[in-house]
């Protein structure tokens, strides 16, 4: 079977990378998460697991919206996939 990889990336302004991250593998995926305080960090990290071959995929949490979601895939040059969000049933 060939195991499935992804990042995740979670944003806020405290979070660094470096420190914030987790790693869940079963044979059939690979799931990193990462924190980051920022698009631009967002990047930087996404264009360094693309120059290693890390993973294929990158998705985001809502906070990025689409233009970060476009700047993170123009920087990395890998498939980005995006949360939204929809308002609460009132």
């Known amino acids: 079977m060939t195991q499935f990889r992804f990042a995740f990336f979670v944003m806020s ?5 470096e420190e914030v991250h987790s790693r ?13 305080p920022s698009v631009e960090a967002a990047c930087a990290l996404a264009r360094r697991l693309a120059a290693d ?6 998705e985001l949490c809502g906070a990025f919206g689409p233009e970060g ?7 990395s040059g890998l498939s980005v996939g995006y949360v939204t969000d929809w308002p609460a049933a009132r």
Do not use: H, K, N
């Not at 869940?24 to 980051?36: A, D, H």
């Not at 071959?53 to 990158?58: E, L, N």
């Not at 979601?69 to 920087?75: G, K, T």
């Open 69 to 75: 979601a476009r700047q993170v895939a123009e920087a």
């Open 13 to 17: 302004g405290d979070y660094r990378p």
């Open 53 to 58: 071959g890390t993973v294929p995929r990158i």
């Open 24 to 36: 869940f593998s079963t044979p059939g995926c690979e799931t990193l998460v990462y924190g980051v």
